[in-house]
Structures are given as structure tokens and as C-alpha cells.
């Protein structure tokens, strides 16, 4: 343009856009895949931006909830005592850009809440910065039905032997009692007990499983000497053990403020674990690392050690490892307890392992 703003001549640029062209036509394909491939899922699938806003959800959100749109849907179908959980998980993976998983009850269009797993996971350029989420909801009602129905009978069965078992318990301590150690009949006796015993610690365990489920696990926090507790554990399974030596090292320089009791039932079940699956070995390691603000506590056997596929499971509920399972007895329920223990401590609890190398047990404690 001149001075007076008319037009005096045209500039203009022609700039290869090819690529691009090329580019967007690739991420519509897959896209389109993508969305073809949802739709033939049973799952609700759905997709999100950056910022978190919904940019696509599959036909079967509508089909179920009976809502168009997914954003209001979300929370109208999300039962009220689970929608905090629901956005405290969410926050939190966006804040981490971390994959997340939990259970949530989803009201269907007939007015029905069924149990849900929630499954979500941020998508990622090359240089790790998010671009999308991703997640699906599958419907897991009827497994948690059943598992609540297996739960209350295990409950309900467990409570009603205690009492028997309770009772056999104390008349052979007092037979025991009237009955010489040199009497053939006391070591039958012993032998007996022996067995109830391990009955009893067998229902206890189912118990435990049953309160953790149902949020009823009692804990009775005091401060104390955790280093005089493992110590007195480690002498306690000592006295049983004819074939192991329980090596000590490190300590806890301050007191923790915790469940004692139920420290030691975690103490207990690794020692006992780590006894049980290294018949060939003859030691077992305790250690004990006072770390910035936590303590850290390993327990390591040189016993038949497991594949590192099983890591990720052997803390859930009935988990067995199948290649052990016929050697050794078990519920599957000790490591699943003793971790609901130690995380309503605030605490973690992980393992490594390597077959026939043997295991090593880790939890850590706040201080």
C-alpha cells in the first residue's frame, strides 16, 4: 500500500505443506481405526484432552447411562459415595501423567448401580509430554457379586468354627497340663495342638481377609520400641525353626508410632514365608535401614524364588503361585493382609525375586 493505503502491489508465498498433509491423513486413519475398534468393544471406552475435557466417548456410554452427553453423564452415573474417590484418582494421575485403575459403582438407565473397573491411561508424544487420555470402563458386577457372596460365607463360616476350635484349643492345653513329658500320650497331645493351632492361625487369616473387605480391620495405635518387637518375632519363630538361622542386622534408632500387634503379624508372615520356601537353605536375612524420613525393613531367603511376572500379584487377595502351589500350603491371603497392614500405615511393601535364587520382602514405615 502507498501512504494514502492503496494498494500498490500483491506479495504472496507458496509453502510445501505436504508432510503435514500426509501427517493428518495417517492420524485420520488411525483415528478412524481407533473409533471402529471401540465401537465393537463392550467396554465403555471414552477419550480426553490435555486439560481433561471429553473428546470422545464409544456408543455404549449412551446405551448404558440413557445420557447423550458423557459429561454430564459421568457424574450422574457415578454412585455419590464414590464420585470424590472418582475425582481424587483423576487429579491425581493428571497431576503425575500417570496411568490409574479403581472400582466404581455406575448407575445403568435402569436406575441399577453395577460395579465397574475404571481403567485410564495417558497417551504420549516422543518426548513424554501427554497429548490424550484414554480409558475404558468394563463391567465387573457379577465377579463382585460373587467374590461379596464368597466373602460373607468365609465370614460367616470362619466365626462359627473360632468357637469350637476355641474350645478343643483349651482342653488340650489342660490335658497337657495333667500329663507328664515323658507320657507317650503328651506328645500326642502336642501333636494335636500343634495342628489346631495352625487350624486357628488358618481362620484368623480368613477373618482378616473378610474385615479388610468390608473396611473392619481394627488397629490399636500406640508408640513403641519397633526394634524390640522384631526382635522378640524373630526369637519367637527361632524357637520353631531347627534348620534356619534368623540374621539380624541394622536398627530403628526411634520409636514408631503404629499398630504393634499388627507390625508383628507382618514380621511374622514374611519370616514364616521366607522359612516355608527355602526348605534347602539354612539362613534367613532381617535387615533393618533408618532412611530421611522412614525406615525400611527387608526380609531375603535363598529358597525357590518366583518369576518376575508374579511381582505385581502375589499382594492380591487368594494369589498363589501356581508352580508352588502343590509344594506348599497356603491360602494366599497372608501377603494381601500383611500389605493392607503396612499401606493403612502409610507405608509401602514390595518384593524381587528370581527362581531358585530366592526372595527379598521390603516395607517401609514413616518415622
Given at each position: 500500500r502507498d501512504e494514502v493505503g492503496a494498494i500498490t502491489k500483491w506479495i504472496g508465498t507458496l509453502t510445501n505443506i505436504d508432510e503435514r498433509k500426509k501427517a493428518e491423513a495417517v492420524l485420520q486413519e488411525s483415528e478412524t481405526r481407533f473409533r471402529t475398534l471401540a465401537e465393537t468393544l463392550p467396554q465403555m471406552i471414552w477419550m480426553r484432552t490435555v486439560d481433561g475435557k471429553i473428546e470422545y466417548a464409544s456408543e455404549n456410554w449412551e446405551r448404558y447411562s440413557g445420557i447423550k452427553d458423557i459429561s454430564e453423564a459421568w457424574k450422574a452415573m457415578t454412585h455419590p459415595d464414590d464420585w470424590d474417590m472418582v475425582m481424587s484418582v483423576w487429579e491425581k494421575a493428571k497431576?503425575?501423567?500417570?496411568?490409574?485403575?479403581?472400582?466404581?459403582?455406575?448407575?445403568?438407565?435402569?436406575?441399577?448401580?453395577?460395579?465397574?473397573?475404571?481403567?485410564?491411561?495417558?497417551?504420549?508424544?516422543?518426548g513424554g509430554n501427554v497429548i490424550k487420555w484414554i480409558g475404558a470402563m468394563t463391567d465387573m458386577h457379577d465377579q463382585k457379586t460373587r467374590?461379596?457372596?464368597?466373602?460373607?460365607?468365609i465370614s460367616i463360616a470362619s466365626?462359627?468354627?473360632?468357637?469350637?476350635?476355641?474350645?478343643a484349643k483349651g482342653f488340650i492345653e489342660l490335658l497337657l497340663r495333667s500329663l507328664s513329658e515323658e507320657n507317650q500320650t503328651a506328645l500326642?497331645?502336642?501333636?494335636?495342638?500343634?495342628?489346631?493351632d495352625k487350624l486357628?492361625?488358618?481362620?484368623?487369616?480368613?477373618?482378616?481377609?473378610?474385615?479388610?473387605?468390608?473396611?473392619?480391620?481394627?488397629?490399636?495405635?500406640?508408640t513403641?520400641?519397633?526394634?524390640?518387637?522384631?526382635?522378640?518375632t524373630i526369637e519367637n519363630i527361632q524357637l520353631t525353626s531347627k534348620n534356619h538361622i534368623i540374621q539380624k542386622t541394622g536398627n530403628c534408632s526411634q520409636q514408631i508410632t503404629g499398630d504393634r500387634s499388627r507390625l508383628q503379624q507382618v514380621v511374622t508372615n514374611l519370616l514364616t514365608n521366607a522359612l516355608k520356601y527355602s526348605p534347602k537353605a539354612d539362613k534367613v536375612l532381617v535387615n533393618i535401614e533408618e532412611q530421611d524420613r522412614n525406615i525400611q525393613v527387608s526380609v531375603q531367603d535363598f529358597g525357590v524364588g518366583m518369576s518376575e511376572h508374579h511381582l505385581d500379584k502375589i499382594f492380591?487377595?487368594?494369589?498363589?503361585?501356581?508352580?508352588?502351589?502343590?509344594?506348599?500350603q497356603g491360602l494366599g491371603i497372608g501377603l494381601h493382609i500383611s500389605s493392607n497392614i503396612i499401606q493403612r500405615h502409610e507405608g509401602k511393601m514390595w518384593a524381587e525375586s528370581e527362581?531358585?535364587?530366592?526372595?527379598?520382602?521390603?516395607?517401609?514405615?514413616?518415622?
Open positions: 497431576s503425575n501423567n500417570t496411568a490409574y485403575r479403581y472400582e466404581v459403582r455406575l448407575k445403568n438407565k435402569e436406575g441399577e448401580y453395577r460395579w465397574h473397573n475404571a481403567a485410564g491411561e495417558p497417551l504420549k508424544d516422543e467374590e461379596q457372596q464368597k466373602d460373607e460365607f466365626h462359627e468354627m473360632k468357637t469350637p476350635l476355641t474350645t500326642f497331645a502336642t501333636k494335636v495342638k500343634q495342628a489346631v486357628n492361625d488358618f481362620i484368623t487369616e480368613l477373618l482378616d481377609a473378610s474385615k479388610i473387605q468390608n473396611g473392619q480391620l481394627n488397629y490399636n495405635i500406640t513403641f520400641d519397633f526394634n524390640k518387637m522384631v526382635e522378640e492380591n487377595r487368594y494369589y498363589r503361585v501356581q508352580e508352588h502351589a502343590f509344594l506348599f527362581p531358585d535364587k530366592g526372595s527379598i520382602f521390603y516395607f517401609t514405615l514413616p518415622l
